[in-house]
C-alpha cells in the first residue's frame, strides 16, 4: 500500500476510534492498539511531510464535545499524555529527562484514575466554572454537574490560595456505586454500563444535576495552574490543594531515581486491585515547575509528564463448560463459562469465545485451565490455554452443528465465520431477542419492556412476534408474577407513545440483517416510505449512500418472506409510522441537486450544523471530492490534499461568508 493510501486508512479508523472513545463512551480497540496505529501515522507523515494535514489526528487531542453544552475555551490547553507500556519505556523517558535538564530530576509518581478528565477555575476560594477537556483547546461547561459532586469543594477550606486559580482532576465512578447502578439498569431493562469510565463520562454530560448526584460521582485532583502558586513544585503544590478541600491521592509519590520509579510501578501493578475506583495506569511527572517550564511541550503533550499504561489484566482460571447461545438474527455465539475470577474489580464469570473458528484456534478441550483478560478493563476475553494443566483424556470443545435452542441443523454464513440457526420464525431466543431489539430505547422506546419482560410475554404465550404487541391487553399484563395494574398502564402507554417513533427507527426495529442504526435512517430516507422500500431490487438498493451488496440483499430477503410483509402490513394496521414525515424544516432548493464537500473548521456554525443546512436546502453531503463535486465550503485549516484535489479538477473552493450569502433568502 502506498503511504497515501495507508496515511488516509490510518486517519480515517483514528478518526473513528476517537469517536468512539470520547462521544459514544463505546471504544473498539484497546488504548494500546490505538496508540500504535497513531504512532504509525506520525511516522508516515513525517517520513512524507508533503501529505501533512493540520486536521490529521496527530496534531489534535480526541474530542468528547456535546451538544447542549456550552462550549468554553480553556486558559491552558489540556493536551494528552504520552503513553509507555513497559518499566524499560519509562526508564528511557527519565532518562531523557535527565540528559535534557543536565541533572537527575526529582519526580512525582501518582495513579492514573479511569474517569473522564475536568479542569475547574476558582476565583477568590469559591468555584466559578467546571469544563470538561473536550478538544484540548475548548471544552462543555458542566459546573451544574460538578456542583452536585459533593467531594469537589464549592468553597475553599483553610488559606493561602490564589486569588485565581485552575486545578485538573479525574471524575470517577467507584465500584461500589458502578455495581449499584448496573443492578439498578438491569431490573429497568436499560443497557449496562461497559465499565466506571463509561458510566462517569456518560453521567457527567447528562442534563440533570440531580441524576450526577444520586449516581455518586467522585473525583481525585492531580495539577494546579495559576499565576501565584503557593509552591515552586508540583508536589508540594498539591499538598497544599489537599489542605483546601481537595481529594488528592495518598498514592502521589516523590521519587529520586530509576529504582524508585521501577520500584513504584511494581508496588500499584498489584495494589491498585485493592482501590475503590478504577486505574488503568500511572503517571509521572518532574517535580520542578521551573524544569517543567525549560523542558515544555510537543504539539500533542509536555515533555515533562509521561503516562505508564498497565497491561491487560490476566487471570487463569477452569473452564467448567462452554455454552453455545443464539442471537436475535440466528448467530449462534460460544460462551465459556468459567469459575469466578476476579478481574479489574469485578468477578468474571463468562467470556465469549466468539465463532467456531476462534474455538478451533484456542483448541480449547473440556474443563481446560484459560487465561482471560480484560483488554482496557473493559471486555473479558480468553487469550490462551495452559495445555500443562489440561487433564489426560480431556476431549476437545466442538461447535455445535444443530441449533441448542430449536435444533434446527446450523448453516455457515457463506465468507464467515458465523453458524447461523435458519429457524428465524419458530427459534425462540431469536423472536425473543427480536422483542427485545424492538421495544429498545433507540428503536421503538416502549416504555415497561426490558429483557425480562419480553420473555415473560413470550413464555406465556401472550406476544410470539413484534407485531403482538400493538394487541397487549391490560387485564392479562397484570395477572402475570409481578406484575400490578401500574406496571400494565406503564406498558401499553408505553406501546401507545411508540407509534409516533419516525419511519428510520421502525426500519432499524424491525431486525432486518445487517441493517444498524445509520443505515436504516438512510435508507428511510431514500425509499421515503415502507412500500417503496419493499419493493426495490438489489441494484436500486446499492444506490442508497452505504448500502452495498450485501446489504441490498439482505433486505430484499427480508422482505421476500411473506411472514416478515404480513408482520409489517399489522404494524401498519396498529398506526405506525410507514413513511418519512415531510420535511418541514426545508429551508428551501438553493443548494439544490448540488453536491458539496466541507473542510476546515468555521466560526458561524459547526461541520454537522453546516451538513443539515445542506441537506435543507436541497444539497447532497460527500466526504470527498470527485468529478461529480459541485464545490467545497472551506473553513480554516482546510486539508492541502483537499485543496489540491480541488485545483486539480477545477471544482470551486468558497468560504464561509460567501456559502451563507447563496443561501441567504431575500
Request: hydrophobic share 40%; glycine share 8%.
Amino acid at each position: 500500500m502506498q503511504p497515501v493510501e495507508r496515511i488516509a486508512q490510518l486517519r480515517e479508523m483514528l478518526n473513528k476510534y476517537n469517536h468512539e472513545y470520547y462521544v459514544l463512551n463505546s471504544p473498539t480497540v484497546s488504548d494500546r492498539e490505538f496508540d500504535y496505529l497513531m504512532a504509525e501515522l506520525d511516522t508516515l507523515e513525517r517520513e512524507n511531510p508533503e501529505l501533512d494535514d493540520p486536521l490529521s489526528p496527530t496534531h489534535r487531542v480526541g474530542s468528547d464535545l456535546t451538544k447542549g453544552f456550552v462550549q468554553v475555551r480553556h486558559i491552558y490547553p489540556m493536551l494528552s499524555l504520552g503513553n509507555t507500556y513497559s518499566v524499560d519505556e519509562v526508564d528511557e523517558w527519565v532518562k531523557r529527562t535527565q540528559s535534557a535538564l543536565g541533572t537527575e530530576p526529582v519526580l512525582v509518581g501518582e495513579m492514573k484514575f479511569d474517569g473522564t478528565s475536568i479542569s475547574i477555575i476558582y476565583e477568590h476560594g469559591r468555584m466559578v466554572r467546571a469544563v470538561t477537556r473536550g478538544d484540548g483547546e475548548k471544552g462543555d461547561d458542566v459546573t451544574a454537574n460538578i456542583k452536585a459532586i459533593r467531594s469537589i469543594p464549592m468553597v475553599l477550606q483553610g488559606s493561602g490560595w490564589p486569588e485565581t486559580f485552575e486545578i485538573r482532576g479525574e471524575i470517577v465512578l467507584p465500584w461500589k456505586e458502578f455495581d449499584r447502578l448496573n443492578a439498578e439498569r438491569e431490573v429497568n431493562g436499560e443497557p449496562l454500563f461497559a465499565n466506571p469510565r463509561n458510566a462517569a463520562s456518560g453521567t457527567l454530560k447528562t442534563q440533570d444535576p440531580s441524576e450526577v448526584s444520586r449516581r455518586g460521582l467522585d473525583a481525585y485532583f492531580y495539577y494546579l495552574l495559576g499565576e501565584d502558586l503557593p509552591a515552586d513544585t508540583h508536589y508540594d503544590n498539591m499538598q497544599a490543594a489537599r489542605c483546601w478541600g481537595f481529594k488528592v491521592s495518598d498514592a502521589m509519590t516523590r521519587l529520586r531515581s530509576i529504582d524508585e520509579v521501577d520500584a513504584f510501578i511494581n508496588h500499584w501493578d498489584k495494589a491498585r486491585k485493592e482501590l475503590p475506583v478504577a486505574t488503568d495506569g500511572l503517571v509521572f511527572k518532574v517535580d520542578s515547575l521551573r524544569s517543567q517550564l525549560n523542558l515544555g511541550f510537543t504539539a500533542k503533550s509536555p515533555r515533562w509528564a509521561v503516562a505508564y499504561k498497565f497491561a491487560a489484566e490476566r487471570a487463569l482460571t477452569a473452564l467448567r463448560f462452554v455454552s453455545f447461545e443464539v442471537g436475535r438474527m440466528g448467530i449462534i455465539t460460544p460462551v465459556a463459562n468459567l469459575e469466578p475470577v476476579l478481574l479489574s474489580g469485578t468477578v468474571v464469570k463468562r467470556a465469549s469465545l466468539h465463532n467456531d473458528d476462534i474455538m478451533r484456534a484456542l483448541d480449547i478441550h473440556e474443563h481446560d485451565m484459560l487465561y482471560v483478560e480484560k483488554g482496557g478493563e473493559i471486555i473479558p476475553k480468553i487469550v490462551d490455554v495452559d495445555t500443562q494443566a489440561r487433564q489426560t483424556g480431556a476431549d476437545r470443545v466442538k461447535f455445535v452443528g444443530h441449533c441448542p435452542a430449536c435444533g434446527t441443523p446450523l448453516q455457515r454464513v457463506e465468507g464467515e465465520a458465523a453458524w447461523v440457526c435458519p429457524n428465524h420464525s419458530g427459534c425462540p431466543p431469536q423472536i425473543v431477542g427480536r422483542i427485545e431489539h424492538f421495544v429498545g430505547r433507540r428503536m421503538m422506546n416502549i416504555d415497561g419492556i426490558g429483557a425480562e419482560t419480553a420473555r415473560v410475554l413470550y413464555d406465556e404465550g401472550i406476544i410470539s412476534d413484534i407485531a403482538d404487541i400493538y394487541s397487549l391487553d391490560i387485564s392479562r399484563i397484570e395477572t402475570l408474577d409481578r406484575f400490578g395494574r401500574k406496571s400494565a398502564e406503564r406498558i401499553i402507554k408505553g406501546v401507545e407513545d411508540s407509534k409516533a417513533v419516525p419511519f428510520g427507527r421502525v426500519v432499524y426495529a424491525l431486525s432486518i440483517p445487517y441493517v444498524g442504526e445509520t443505515t436504516a435512517k438512510k435508507v428511510a430516507s431514500a425509499c421515503g416510505d415502507i412500500d417503496t422500500l419493499m419493493s426495490m431490487d438489489a441494484e436500486r438498493l446499492c444506490a442508497i449512500e452505504d448500502v452495498g451488496p450485501r446489504i441490498a440483499e439482505s433486505i430484499v430477503e427480508y422482505f421476500s418472506d411473506e411472514r416478515n410483509r404480513r408482520i409489517v402490513e399489522r404494524l401498519r394496521e396498529a398506526g405506525l409510522q410507514m413513511a418519512v414525515e415531510a420535511d418541514s424544516t426545508s429551508d428551501g432548493d438553493a443548494l439544490a441537486g448540488k453536491v458539496i464537500v466541507i473542510s476546515g473548521t468555521f466560526n458561524s456554525h459547526s461541520r454537522d450544523e453546516y451538513k443539515q443546512i445542506i441537506e435543507r436546502n436541497g444539497g447532497k453531503n460527500s466526504g470527498s471530492i470527485s468529478g461529480k463535486t459541485d464545490f467545497v465550503l472551506a473553513g480554516d485549516n482546510m486539508g492541502p490534499a483537499k485543496l489540491e484535489k480541488a485545483r486539480k479538477l477545477g471544482i470551486p473552493v468558497i468560504d464561509e461568508e460567501t456559502f451563507l450569502g447563496m443561501i441567504a433568502k431575500d
